[in-house]
């Protein structure tokens, strides 16, 4: 029984961390045009609509790596912050450089180093919230 509350823990945990990411990258996205959005008029039910879209994106980009840092995390029984904020980056970052994560192609562009930083710190806002809300008792249904 205790695996089976653990799993839906995770479940949980998962879905937080996607919300918390895509917040934070819908954020690092819009921080730039702020002033020019904040003019418009009141644009929260989009930013909201955005980051639900954002969310399921991650979700499904991102659930196979994350599945084999979660089954790590509890079969070593992982608690600390550390190892879910590192790992979040990671594969937040291996995720956005594709094939090209060696940096073979050099680009000077500012804005793609920008969102590739905006994307690093959406995978530690989300490895963050899992820890907060799963990996905190990592391993503790063993």
Same mark, same amino acid.
Request: hydrophobic fraction near 75%; aromatic fraction near 16%.
């Given at each position: 029984m205790a695996v089976i @509350?653990? &799993?839906?823990?995770v479940m949980l945990g998962y879905a937080l961390s996607c919300v918390a990411a895509s917040l934070?990258?819908?954020?690092?996205?819009?921080?730039p045009d702020?002033?020019?959005?904040?003019?418009l008029g009141p644009q929260s039910a989009a930013v909201w609509v955005?980051?639900?879209?954002?969310? @399921?994106? &991650?979700?499904?980009?991102?659930?196979l790596p994350a599945l084999l840092?979660?089954?790590l995390a509890e079969a070593f029984a992982w608690r600390s912050f550390i190892p879910y904020a590192l790992l979040g980056a990671v594969l937040s970052l291996a995720?956005?450089?594709g094939i090209d994560f060696a940096g073979y192609v050099t680009t000077p562009d500012s804005l793609l180093m920008r969102g590739r930083e905006v994307l690093a710190a959406a995978g530690i806002a989300g490895g963050l919230v899992y820890?907060?809300?799963?990996?905190r008792n990592a391993g503790t249904w063993k």
């Open positions: @509350a653990r &799993i839906f823990v934070v990258l819908t954020i690092g996205a819009l921080t702020w002033d020019y959005l904040n003019s955005i980051v639900a879209f954002g969310a @399921a994106v &991650i979700a499904a980009v991102a659930i840092v979660i089954v995720l956005s450089y820890w907060l809300f799963a990996g």
